[in-house]
């Protein structure tokens, strides 16, 4: 029996011994000594083919801003923006009996934006609307970059020549018609017993409303003001007496407010002038390896990646890690008029028709080259996105749309032109990191 | 009562159960096929060089060479079991890292069947696998690198079933049947500055074969002293399906893939050996072995490792002072000694990694019934300067329980 105990005691100490083991491991050998299935790829090579479309119309009523101006350049034509607006008041006009005309004047604020060159004058007019800005006529209740010029009578009620400061708190009068004041004076002082006073009805009738034009023949810069009630207002001035005062005539209906923004491209004959609709659009091979994308006029970049599904045929089994979009500028193109800070990204089918924002996951941020202007580019992330794609097993050819964010689109003329040179140094690409196990 | 047998065979059948969780190696040398092939032979074969063609003990077991069983006394039972212990030290030139491991190693039994028949059971280490290594690999379409780090743990083991049998006098012959069955996991983890998290390929490779190889031993006095044997051992080429249960993780730690693959193949060599011993009475024996692997004929799956034919020789004595039950302790000890020589199956870089080393070891009975053995080995495998290998030194040492006993009892007359 003693044997036994011995030969169990042996037995139960190799067991507990066994399961002693201590590893502090990790040798480091080259990659000649063992063999590693999977690979990393990085590949930047793929084929994008670039358009040009152009957006079918871009609402520009109530935006609270206004569009003036005109200017032109060789890429994106020559550029007209005009608005139309109402004015009007919120309760009845009244005057006191011995009030004496002054003056009316029209008060612009200026909105921190500009497209062109400010160091040239800056002419604009004034003119009385003639026919009313009827909702009712409205398209769904908005007014586009598009819409129909309201008619308005030909000769202005002011204008104004100035050197424009954007971004200054500088508060611009244009002295409007002493006679169309005089009369609107008068009509106050001669209704203001009526019953119910002299109200925003009447005066909408007898004032329908304004437009801002750029003069005749002035090409140097559009300018945007702001469009509220704070912002832009019809000033008439009297005095009673000693003492000065004024009645305000604020921006009145917002909604009703639009920028009619006409692009005359015919004059450098661009192939941009091509895009009528928005299922029309414009091979960057076509013009001269760029593709355009503008607020306003409504120039929108489409990128599709006709291969990039053939990833999944090739290799079996491929995780994407990383995918970057890098959007070009073409190297001349952002001098004078500089480059929008940011980016939207739309999925797109191939009527052109956007879906799916990718902006909102997606990171971005753009590099400017200030030295050389060889490496500007915006760097958009999506990663996601291109994930979706590769596991997609449908016919689609993925495409997505490069816009500018909605308010930009809607109140600026941003710009950007990317250049596709296929296969250039700074061109527009899609790199991707891959994993092929 | 023989209580202790039924015993035995629990506690041995719940070491098989650890045993198979276990990792003998670690070792960058075993991940290549289905790893580091363990040599068969136990205390007595390790302390002397892991020469044991033409050996045959009463007292100790021999898996060599299944025709060794022969030499067990019809009443006696065998009992054996070893614990390994390995300290080894890699050198790649830059780096030094060190492992030490300790394992169960073996168990197994034997006795008499018939007078012409006697086998024995066991369950011992077929391959392992230990490896950690970490290494580089170039992002395609770039001048960087990812990083990369290399898993591998398990083994097969081999439960074998030994016979040996009595041809005519002095000639035997052995068959062996095993039963090769284990788990060996590879993982591949690859980081990088690009990515967080890592991407991992996992693949589990089960093997449950059935497997033989044979053996033959004649012995032959040349005086009444000197006894000489000569010994042959072969096994046949075969091939066995390994199947791979693979699962690709992404970097959030999702579930890529999981999917079971189509069996891959692994070639286990034809081979033969043949060996010699001489016994001087019962105080010394002289043995050694030379074994040829036909391992040209199978293919590496892995295209940066080249498998050549192997060969390995190896040379050992025993030492036994005095042999009178009134001799001290120490002269009854048995004293061990031996060198080997291994050229290994595995071509890399062009260069066939060389393993050699001496051993030494001693026997110490402890009653009638018991024997500790103790075995020592001191080596070296791979070379640095060959094209960047890696140089493995590394020590063992195994320690096992033998225990004989009587348990075959002839009926008494009544």
């Not at chain 1, 819409?147 to 009068?173: C, E, L, Q």
């Not at chain 2, 993982?187 to 053996?215: A, I």
Request: overall charge positive; charged content about 15%.
């Amino acid at each position: 029996m003693n044997r036994f105990w011995i030969l169990l005691y042996f037995i139960s100490i190799f067991y507990i011994i066994s399961s002693c083991k201590k590893n502090d491991n990790n040798l480091t050998v080259g990659d000649n000594l063992v063999n590693v299935n999977s690979d990393i790829v990085i590949n930047d090579t793929s084929t994008l083919k670039t358009y040009t479309v152009k957006s079918d119309s871009i609402i520009t009523s109530g935006t609270a801003k206004l569009l003036v101006g005109k200017y032109q350049d060789g890429n994106f034509g020559s550029i007209t923006a005009t608005s139309y607006f109402q004015v009007g008041v919120s309760s009845a006009l009244t005057l006191e009996t011995n009030a004496v005309f002054d003056s009316i004047s029209l008060v612009l604020h200026y909105s921190n934006y500009y497209y062109g060159d400010t160091t040239r004058p800056y002419a604009i007019e004034a003119h009385q609307l003639m026919d009313k800005l009827d909702y009712n006529q409205n398209d769904n209740g908005y007014r586009y970059n598009t819409s129909k010029a309201i008619r308005s009578d030909p000769t202005p009620i002011g204008k104004t020549t100035f050197y424009p400061r954007p971004s200054s708190n500088t508060v611009i009068y244009v002295s409007l018609s002493k006679d169309m004041g005089k009369n609107l004076f008068d009509t106050i002082m001669e209704r203001q017993t009526e019953t119910d006073g002299y109200d925003q009805t009447k005066f909408l009738n007898y004032f329908r409303g304004i437009a801002l034009v750029p003069k005749a023949g002035a090409i140097s810069s559009i300018i945007r003001f702001g469009a509220t009630d704070s912002s832009l207002y019809m000033r008439l001035y009297y005095h009673v007496g000693e003492t000065s005062k004024y009645l305000n005539f604020s921006i009145f209906n917002g909604y009703l407010q639009f920028n009619k923004i006409d692009d005359d491209l015919s004059f450098n004959k661009s192939p941009l002038d091509t895009l009528r609709r928005l299922k029309d659009r414009l091979s960057s091979l076509k013009s001269g390896n760029a593709t355009y994308c503008q607020g306003g006029t409504g120039f929108l970049t489409k990128i599709e990646f006709p291969y990039l599904k053939n990833l999944q045929f090739t290799t079996e089994h491929i995780k994407i890690l990383k995918a970057q979009l890098i959007l070009c500028p073409v190297k001349s193109t952002y001098k004078t008029i500089g480059l929008p800070p940011k980016l939207f990204l739309y999925e797109a089918n191939d009527l052109n028709q956007i879906g799916y924002n990718l902006t909102d996951t997606l990171s971005q941020h753009l590099t400017v080259d200030n030295i050389y202007n060889e490496t500007t580019a915006y760097t958009l992330d999506i990663t996601s996105y291109i994930s979706s794609i590769i596991q997609d097993r449908t016919d689609n050819i993925p495409a997505v749309i490069v816009t500018l964010p909605n308010v930009d689109f809607k109140t600026t003329l941003e710009r950007v032109i990317l250049s596709n040179g296929l296969g250039q140094a700074n061109s527009t690409r899609l790199k991707i990191w891959y994993w092929r196990y | 009562m023989k209580l202790i047998y039924p015993i035995l065979f629990i506690s041995i059948f719940l070491n098989s159960l650890a045993l198979e969780a276990q990792t003998i190696t670690s070792s960058p040398y075993s991940m290549y096929g289905i790893g580091d092939i363990v040599p068969n032979g136990f205390g007595q074969s390790k302390a002397m060089g892991g020469a044991g063609i033409a050996m045959s003990s009463n007292l100790w077991l021999n898996n060599i060479n299944p025709a060794s069983y022969h030499s067990i006394d019809s009443l006696f039972f065998l009992l054996e079991a070893g614990i390994d212990g390995r300290q080894s030290t890699f050198s790649n030139g830059i780096q030094k890292q060190s492992n030490h491991n300790i394992n169960f190693s073996y168990f197994a039994l034997a006795f008499r069947i018939t007078p012409w028949w006697s086998n024995s059971l066991g369950l011992a280490p077929f391959s392992s696998v230990g490896n950690n290594i970490n290494t580089t690999k170039a992002i395609e379409g770039s001048s960087e690198n990812f990083n990369v780090n290399l898993q591998g743990t398990g083994g097969i083991n081999q439960y074998y079933w030994g016979n040996s049998f009595k041809i005519v006098k002095d000639l035997y012959v052995g068959l062996n049947i095993s039963y090769l069955l284990g788990t060996i996991k590879q993982t591949e983890s690859l980081t990088s500055g690009y990515f967080s998290g890592s991407l991992t390929t996992e693949d589990k490779m089960t093997l449950n074969k059935l497997y033989f190889n044979y053996g033959i031993q004649y012995s032959f006095n040349i005086n009444k002293n000197i006894k000489t044997t000569l010994g042959g051992i072969f096994g046949n080429k075969d091939q066995m399906g390994l199947k791979h249960d693979v699962t690709i993780f992404g970097n959030a730690n999702d579930t890529l893939e999981h999917n079971v693959i189509q069996q891959s193949s692994f070639t286990l060599p034809q081979y033969f050996g043949l060996g010699a011993s001489v016994k001087f009475g019962d105080k010394l024996l002289l043995a050694s072995d030379y074994k040829f692997y036909n391992w040209s004929q199978s293919e590496s799956l892995q295209p940066n490792v080249k498998f050549v034919n192997s060969t390995n020789y190896c040379i050992g004595a025993e030492f036994m002072p005095s042999t009178s039950f009134r001799a001290s302790y120490i002269a009854k000890m048995k004293y061990r000694l031996g060198g080997y020589l291994n050229n290994s199956y595995l071509m890399i870089q062009g260069q066939q990694i060389r393993d050699m080393g001496l051993s030494a070891g001693i026997g110490v009975p402890i009653s009638n019934k018991f024997y500790i053995s103790l075995a020592y080995q001191i080596g070296q495998r791979g070379a640095v300067k060959n094209n960047g290998l890696i140089t493995e030194k590394y020590q063992t040492l195994m320690f096992n329980v033998s225990f004989a006993d009587i348990w075959f009892l002839k009926p008494k007359f009544d």
